[in-house]
């Protein structure tokens, strides 16, 4: 069940600048937490208030997808450049690649962390790299948290990588962030498995065309379905209801105005 009044789009930090501006002199000097939000997870936003919060609370919040694109631009009029978690990705390897810094993976198998380390090696072989995997389990133990943090912490990277996707990602990222000794933080959920080449992301061709939801939805039907069948329509009701509800229309204009 949705929760009432709980859904305005207008209530979140979204990036709106282009990637190269994605990292800046004028960042915090504390660890910057970097999140992304798409259709789907907007909509579970609005049934998980501890989700919510999560990316309130990011220091920058990528709009990845062309749902929340096409969304801001329907209740505000202004144009946004969709970043997806894996050109994020892309994006702080190689800047990692240029500085020789360090990265940490924290998430999914061993075996998919290795295939992962194998093409960095390749690709950005400047890029000193860690990883820990966590333990499978719908809630980590105390016990657990504090291993995962002592090991990223051990290991003090430039950027630490979160994979365990979305909403157990960003809550967990956002509850240890001031624990964390990592200068950048940025949940990027199924781009371990398709940096790893474990699950294959759409081609350019599809992303390109705006359908890359499209494209993840034909070759992982089963895990996805209710993603995009499901909550699409249920992204579209609720923008709908935003862009028409007097009061929240007045909030965003005023915002738009200010920027």
């Not at 600048?17 to 789907?40: A, E, G, M």
Request: hydrophobic fraction near 40%; include cysteine; charged fraction near 25%.
């Amino acid at each position: 069940m949705l929760l009432q009044n709980q859904y305005s789009l207008s209530e979140y930090p979204i990036f709106d600048h282009n990637i190269d501006d994605l990292l800046t002199d004028n960042l915090p000097q504390k660890s910057v937490l970097i999140n992304t939000i798409n259709q789907y997870s907007f909509c579970m936003a609005a049934e998980d208030k501890d989700f919510k919060e999560s990316l309130q609370h990011s220091d920058i919040l990528l709009p990845d997808g062309v749902g929340v694109v096409a969304a801001t631009r329907f209740l505000t009029g202004e144009k946004l450049h969709k970043i997806a978690g894996a050109d994020a990705h892309g994006f702080l390897l190689k800047k990692l690649n240029k500085d020789g810094g360090k990265c940490f993976y924290l998430g999914a198998s061993e075996s998919t962390l290795k295939k992962i380390k194998e093409k960095l090696s390749k690709e950005y072989p400047n890029v000193k790299v860690g990883s820990y995997s966590p333990p499978f389990k719908k809630e980590f133990s105390d016990l657990d948290n504090a291993d995962m943090v002592k090991a990223v912490n051990a290991y003090k990277p430039d950027v630490l990588f979160i994979g365990m996707t979305a909403p157990k990602q960003e809550k967990w990222a956002y509850q240890h962030k001031a624990q964390l000794n990592a200068r950048v933080i940025c949940t990027i959920g199924a781009v371990f498995d398709f940096y790893a080449g474990t699950v294959e992301r759409p081609s350019k061709v599809w992303i390109n065309l705006g359908l890359e939801w499209l494209g993840r939805l034909v070759h992982e039907p089963k895990r996805l379905w209710k993603r995009y069948l499901y909550y699409g329509p249920v992204f579209v009701g609720l923008i709908l209801k935003e862009k028409f509800r007097p009061s929240a229309y007045k909030s965003i204009m005023h915002k738009a105005s200010l920027n």
